[in-house]
């Protein structure tokens, strides 16, 4: 085959497409579908994803690939096949589709160098471009920015003296490890180290330490051992005598960590019952998705490790996702203590470097398992036995920019080419999850019950508003603050939970009211008190805190709101005796933190865990009995239609972090809305009376489960280009589908303004609309060919957020 069809890294409507190259003769042989392969493409040298050869192309005049990136294939024919299968379900470029599938160290980087023409001596430039020029002919393009010379160098480009040439850069070389090995026999050493001089007492000590332990030893520790330099050795290898390689060591972040192994467990009836379906599907190559519906410590853990343990022993491969947060070293842990070196892990505390050395070992098949965040649904597996996904309700699994994918239909649609079963696992599912259960397009699995059979903890609803009326001021209760006394009294532990969601830190007058926005977004400002600066999370935009009010000059205008760090002020106040860990951003931002924090927690260094989100999933401590909720409802005023379930979820994923074990817990939820029927279920861990009362609301307003959602969003500069815009859009919309689907728009987003760009949605609910894919496509193919109107048109199917 000579030809190849290549997916150029150029994301825009016209480029969108596959191009034809001519493999060159030398490369006939290398090429193959799933590299990543250096193209001329008009004046560059890009990157691209070659995704066929074939014999003969409708293009006559051909450019030749210039070379390959890659000595195997990196995307393996699923995977391509997967690449157009994203394209078509979430609309988004091709090119798009092959990235998101690597890891970030493979995506490309291009360097750019000016270089004398081909024929061009020195001496036809300029004086003052000589020294730029002399050692080599080239000149980095950094360097020419640097050295302001770049109008100088068009000038002569113009003249056909310079040319600009693109270098494809790939971001991470794989991690080398310099190794000295013997090169002679033993008797051979013996006889060398008689001729070297007397004085040579360093080199004869390197022989020596080689005669006795032959064989090949890392070159830094070779020196450190016997106190030596490099130059030593250099020596030695000169005289071929000692040779020298590079070999490629694995960056392992838990490299110097040992992992105590378990065993399986014997099972409960209830896990047994649960399991059975899965092993089965697992033994008889089935597809099947099962919803594992198991309140919180019901051993849903357990019933993973077991079924992929089957997996393995079918000679298989496993993935395993778990919210980015809730992967933590105590989740590692299970996953490695039970499968060992088996287990490769995948998540965004790793540098670049180690999640491409994670990747390789999964793409070596050097590993049977892979536990990773969202992305790690592209593990480049070829023989999948099963994927689980946990805490399957997460909104992280999907992802909000192109391709806007949700991973759970990643995984169902791989989990169809291999024949796999895909395990959905929460304790609260997903509305759309719990109804296809019920409609038994999902077979849904329960475990009703707790460990040993521990009830799950009492909650008790605390109303804030009555706290304030009988003149408590403070962010405890009453009631929470015996409760924290009690616990260290008790030298127990307490896990005491801020959701941060949408309840930003803001700086308000109050005397006015105002509040401090940002001047491109329309949104307020958040504080962060470590720099003491409000910061817009939209567009970076920064501002010092100000002494008055802009609008009335008083001086009452302050931080307001309540963040992690004034929660722990307000603890060493009324309870300096207790001793307190904050795990939020700001003390877990460098690496291994969280790992420290947690176990010194868990060793008992401290009384109280307090933070946000990152602590309401996955931790299973024994000496925890008391769970405290700060402010249940700040994220039930989010203009989302989901902002009660996730209400729900996190209340009960947070409550279910106490009396795990022998201890029996509590919980405790304060609220300014005791009414709502969310936080009112959550406190009595009522999922399916809430499933009931929200598939009303949802049926009643057209929102999923029962109707689909597309959302346009629409922005551009000037406020009448978008409205007219969106005006368009949703006339044109409403003209091709049918009567049933509902229209909604133009509306201004609720984040009207992002960066000086005005934002208008047109929000489409639908049931069956087989024109919905070709109408989209439509829009943005008209909208992304039109570069020069500035208006920015982006189309999420099922939308997670919907601002
Ligand atoms: N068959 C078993 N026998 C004994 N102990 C078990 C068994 N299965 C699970 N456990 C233990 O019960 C506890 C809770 O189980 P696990 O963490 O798997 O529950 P979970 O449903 O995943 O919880 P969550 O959803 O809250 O994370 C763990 O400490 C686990 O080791
Ligand atoms: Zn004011
Ligand atoms: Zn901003």
Redesign the pocket.
Known sequence: MEIASVIVDVPAKQTDRAFDYLIPDKWRDTIQPGMRVVVPFGPRNIQGFVIELKKESEVKQLREIIEPMDLEPILNHELLALGNWLTENTLCFKIFAYQVMLPAALKAKYEKLVKLAPGVEISALPLSLHSYFVKNGKLDWQDALKNGIVSLLQKETAKGHLEVQYIVKEKVRKKQRKYIRPLVSQAVLTEEMGKLPVNAEKQKQVISFFIERFAPIEMRLLVAELNITASTVKALVGKRILGEEEVEVYRDPYEHRSFERTKP????KD?QTAIEPILNAVEQNLHEVFLLY??????????YLQSIQEVIEKGQEAIVLVPEIALTPQMVNRFKGRFGDLVAVLHSGLSAGEKYDEWRKIQRKEVKVVVGARSAIFAPFENLGIIII??EHETSYKQEEMPRYHARDVAIERAKTYSCPVVL???TPSLESFARAQKKVYHLLT?PT???NQTLPPVEIIDMREELREGNRSMFSRKLFDMLKDRIEKKQQTVLFLNKRGHSSFVMCRDCGYVMNCPNCDISLTYHRVNEQMKCHYCGYESFVPKACPECSSEHIRYFGTGTQKVEDELGKILPEARVIRMDVDTTGRKGSHERLLKDFQDGKADILLGTQMIA??L?FPNITLVGVLSADTMLHLPDFRSSEKTFQLLT?VS??AG??QLPGEVIIQTYTPEHYSVELAGTQDYDLFYQQEMLNRKMHHYPPFYFLSLITISHEQLLAVVSATEKIVNYVQSRLSPEAVVLGPAASPIPRINNRYRYQCLIKYKREPNLTTTLRTILDQYQKDTKSGLQVSIDVNPFILM
């Open positions: 467990m014997p099972l409960t896990q198991g309140v919180t410590g019901s051993g849903k853990t357990e019933i946990d805490e696992g929460s304790a475990l707790r460990m040993n999933k996955g299973d994923q279910g972090r795990r074990h």
